[in-house]
């Protein structure tokens, strides 16, 4: 049964370009959200999280958006840089900060095209 | 800050041998550590939570006894997998957290293969 969602297995983006990366979450039991970045041969790196008590968060050029009432999550990366080019995990916990359990989607693939 | 080592990055051994993998928080101390096995084309499943100085906390499905977890320090975590066979091949990763208000930060993961 899986929980949370990345129904994109991939994504292609024009540099310059609005990257939007979509999560979907069954539990309504999450309370805090995530997303993690990940290189091939590398750990996945923390990038942005959002509060179950809230609908946006922003950190320069990423945004996550929370539809609660949807159990959808968004990110979006603006202007997209050829940086960006990873996998993008979307994770959900039912604790605060995420610091315990967290449950993963399955990643879409990011690439950007310069 | 918050760096996390996981060694080895890569192992491959024969069925029936035992493979220890060790998770390091770098620049602080984790009271807690996690570790996660990805196998392909699937999410990171959580295996187990490992506090320092208690037992870990296994989800359900995952053998304890097959797979040994000891915390003994606020930097150390070891994962040993015991009597691995083919089926046990996959991706492993840790992951630590600072404190409860901080997120968890993850290894670069093992890749360990079975044959």
């Known amino acids: 049964d899986q929980q949370v969602k990345q129904n994109s297995p991939s994504l292609s983006v024009q540099e310059g370009r609005i990257s939007i990366l979509n999560c979907d979450y069954t539990n309504s039991m999450f309370d805090y959200f995530l997303w993690y970045k990940k290189y091939p041969a590398e750990g996945p790196t923390f990038l942005i999280s959002?509060?179950?008590?809230?609908d946006k968060n922003e950190d320069g050029r990423f945004t996550v958006f929370l539809n609660k009432s949807a159990k959808h999550l968004s990110l979006h990366i603006v202007p997209s840089q050829p940086g960006d080019s990873a996998v993008y995990f979307c994770?959900?916990?039912?604790?605060?900060?995420?610091?315990?359990?967290?449950?993963f989607g399955t990643g879409t693939r990011l690439t950007i095209i310069p | 800050g918050a760096v996390v080592s996981q060694h080895p990055s890569w192992v491959i051994c024969k069925s029936g041998t035992s493979v220890k993998i060790e998770c390091r928080s770098l620049d602080f101390q984790a009271t807690t550590m996690f570790w996660y096995r990805q196998f392909p084309k699937q999410s990171l499943m959580l295996m187990a939570t490992s506090n320092e100085g208690s037992k870990a906390t296994y989800e359900q499905g995952v053998e304890k006894d097959k797979f040994l977890i000891n915390h003994a320090s606020l930097t150390l975590s070891t994962l040993t997998v015991t009597s691995a066979h083919p089926e046990d091949s996959s991706f492993y990763i840790c992951?630590?957290?600072?404190?409860?208000?901080?997120?968890?930060?993850f290894g670069d993961g093992t890749r360990l293969s079975i044959l």
């Open positions: 992951s630590a957290r600072r404190d409860s208000n901080q997120p968890q930060h």
């Open positions: 959002i509060s179950s008590i809230k």
């Open positions: 994770a959900a916990s039912g604790t605060t900060f995420g610091n315990e359990k967290l449950t």
